[in-house]
Nanobody
Framework: QVQLVESGGGLVQPGGSLRLSCAASGGTFSDYAMGWFRQAPGKEREFVAG????????YYADSVQGRFTIARDNAKNTVSLQMNSLKPEDTAAYYC?????????????????????WGQGTQVTVSS
């Protein structure tokens, strides 16, 4: 199965942008649905965005809809999360995750238990 490594986190001012990347290795990347999750201190890990193995369907949490964009490049084995108009409440550790299940709808992508592979996370801090 794939291994995942996230990068691109950092400190950004409110209203700013960051682009997270997740590089996959060791498996057939296009076999996997991909998701981004985040976890703030003292809170449970929550769904942010998901993308079908083809890249043709994307799903977003209401809290990030219209500000974040998930994309994948199966030729480069990467999935990205472009984050714009960042808010202090976006501060969290961000994780990418992979699943070989054939997700069908939003609830599948948002279900943390549906993913079998996780990266180590990258920290995003939104503060002035």
């Amino acid at each position: 199965q794939v291994q995942l490594v996230e990068s691109g986190g950092g400190l950004v001012q409110p209203g700013g942008s960051l682009r997270l990347s997740c590089a996959a290795s060791g498996g057939t990347f296009s076999d996997y649905a991909m998701g981004w999750f985040r976890q703030a201190p003292g809170k449970e890990r929550e769904f942010v965005a998901g993308i079908k193995w083809t890249g043709s369907y994307t799903y977003y949490a209401d809290s990030v809809q219209g500000r974040f964009t998930i994309a994948r490049d199966n030729a480069k084995n990467t999935v990205s999360l472009q984050m714009n108009s960042l808010k202090p409440e976006d501060t969290a550790a961000y994780y990418c995750a992979a699943s070989r299940r054939r997700f069908r709808e939003y609830s599948d992508y948002a279900n943390i238990n549906g993913y079998g592979v996780w990266g180590q996370g990258t920290q995003v801090t939104v503060s002035s």
